[in-house]
């Protein structure tokens, strides 16, 4: 009897730890500045996980997060903004499936729209944006669910 | 003079005589019952003797030579026809176990390859974040592309720009 009244409380507790996991997520939102320097700076934490991709993937040594935001989401329609002293990523959440969240993404240089894009982020994958190159090096953009 | 017991053995073989046998039939309490005695003995040696010789062996060696005979009647000697159906019945059990577990194996792979290749495209779309559109304000970037790389190893997709307008270093700033 008591063995069964455990389990229940266990099966209860790990369904409610496990909706209220699925019902908030955190989206990182981040303005990365990749360059190649002579010593270059350990990389953000945030990044981590993709450091491997970024490096191969655009042959910088140091990526530096410029701006970023974190977002708990827990409708999927929030809307929020990264910014650096001149670049601006507004993302515009528009719904929220199984797989992860469909996000308007917008980036402005000051006031200027330089690029738009839709994208389903989704939780298991993050999501970099090739942004234009500024000085020697490149801007990013990475949105990564937490 | 033997003790009683020697005495009444001695007797029962019909070993004593003269004054021995005198003395001791004098010394029995009861005569009759001792003579019944006598005679069920004698009765049970002959019996014992007459079986028992029927089975005695007479060495150790015409004993195991018995042994080795009887043993040899009674295993049956393989014919031809009795092995070739050993061999049969041995070859139809394993080929049956192998063909059983290859059309399993066969069975188990053909489902596996077609839930697989149901499930694949739904796992793969959910898996990896996916760009639906973009675009490029033309005015200020006329020449700009973009390209989308679904990196499956890395679980990255990347949008790749290519021709957006140039800044200076600047604008790296925080």
């Known amino acids: ?146 | 003079m033997k003790p009683f017991e020697e005495a009444w053995t001695a007797w029962l073989d019909d070993q004593l005589t003269g004054r021995e046998l005198s003395e001791f039939l004098a010394s029995l309490p009861d005569k009759p019952a001792a003579e019944a005695e006598k005679a069920e003995a004698k009765r049970l040696g002959g019996l014992l003797r007459r079986e028992l010789s029927a089975h005695s062996m007479t060495n150790e060696e015409f004993f195991s030579h018995q042994l080795r005979e009887k043993i040899t009647q009674e295993t049956p000697k393989p014919t031809r026809a009795g092995a070739r159906q050993t061999v049969t019945s041995t070859w139809w059990s394993i080929p049956r176990l192998l063909c059983t577990g290859a059309v399993s194996l066969a069975i188990f792979l053909i489902f596996t390859v077609a839930v697989m290749r149901e499930r694949n495209p739904a796992e793969e779309s959910q898996y990896l974040s996916q760009i639906l559109n973009a675009r490029v304000d033309p005015v200020v970037s006329p020449n700009a592309t973009v390209s989308i790389f679904e990196v499956k190893q890395d679980r990255v997709t990347v949008l790749w720009t290519e021709g957006l307008q140039s800044l200076p270093a600047d604008y790296a700033a925080k």
């Open chain 1, 1 to 146: 009897m008591d063995r069964s009244l455990a389990l229940v409380i266990a099966v209860t507790l790990i369904m409610t730890v496990a909706s209220a996991s699925q019902a908030a997520e955190t989206v990182w939102s981040g303005l990365v500045m990749a360059e190649n320097v002579a010593q270059p700076q350990p990389i953000p934490p945030e990044l981590t996980r993709i450091e491997g991709s970024l490096k191969r993937f655009f042959g910088y040594n140091q990526f530096q997060v410029i701006g970023q935001s974190q977002k708990l989401l827990r409708t999927g329609q929030e809307d929020w903004l990264a910014t650096s002293k001149f670049f601006g990523l507004h993302v515009d959440a528009r719904g929220e499936s199984h797989a992860g969240y469909v996000l308007n993404l917008k980036l402005y240089k000051e006031k200027e729209l330089l690029l738009e894009t839709e994208a389903k982020l989704s939780k298991r994958s993050p999501l970099v944006i090739k942004g234009p190159q500024v000085g020697g090096g490149q801007l990013l953009l990475v949105l990564v669910v937490q």
